[in-house]
């Protein structure tokens, strides 16, 4: 019985090694992905994702680099760093000054206003997004649900996704939340892609 229960501890200890090395290996890879993507070095990718998700030791597979952006805040230096952790797919926003070489983020982002909660996935619909326009703006859209609109020829006509939509926007000292906007687009074999607002619904 002690041989079992020996072997069986040695089993567990062996396959946990073997994810971390897996995991380690699958984090540097990205890493590399995200330097070609961006032209960034791969250490300074390498230091913001420490930065910004902690040793290798406590990461694994689900958490990892969501998007990396050189280009959009060039004008101020700023690089935006995205990572998605958790079941849930959450994402956390981070902006590093000085081209990426900053030890820590000059802003962060990981929870919707007014305490709506985390920037994660909800079950049935597609994931939240982040992304820098090259203006210099920030946009979090996270879908809310399947939302339905009156059609004066169809009835009820079920729409695909709402998206509520978060802007924000430089201050010249940190991103501020500018605007909050609740869209709904559709698309359909007899009608062209349409956005409906709450001051401009669908006809």
């Not at 992905?33 to 990461?59: C, F, H, Q, Y």
């Not at 940190?174 to 007899?190: C, F, G, H, P, Q």
Request: hydrophobic share 35%.
């Amino acid at each position: 019985m002690r041989c079992s229960l020996f072997a069986l501890c040695v089993f567990c200890v062996s396959a946990a090694a073997n994810e971390h090395d897996a995991a380690r290996a699958w984090h540097r890879q990205e890493w590399v992905t995200w330097s070609n993507k961006t032209g960034l070095p791969v250490k300074i990718i390498e230091r913001l994702w420490r930065t910004t998700m902690g040793s290798d030791d406590e990461a694994s597979f689900v958490d990892g680099i969501e998007m990396v952006d050189a280009a959009s805040l060039r004008s101020r230096n700023h690089v935006l760093f995205v990572t998605t952790g958790g079941n849930g797919h959450c994402l956390n926003l981070y902006v590093f000054g000085n081209s990426g070489k900053d030890d820590k983020p000059l802003w962060k982002l990981s929870a919707l206003p007014n305490d709506v909660g985390g920037i994660c996935h909800e079950q049935m619909l597609p994931y939240p997004t982040a992304y820098a326009r090259p203006a210099g703006d920030i946009i979090v859209q996270v879908p809310t649900g399947a939302t339905w609109v009156k059609r004066e020829r169809l009835g009820d006509y079920p729409v695909s996704t709402a998206l509520m939509i978060y802007t924000y926007r430089w201050n010249r000292s940190t991103y501020k939340l500018a605007t909050t906007e609740r869209i709904v687009t559709y698309d359909s074999k007899s009608f062209n892609p349409e956005k409906c607002t709450q001051d401009k619904p669908c006809p």
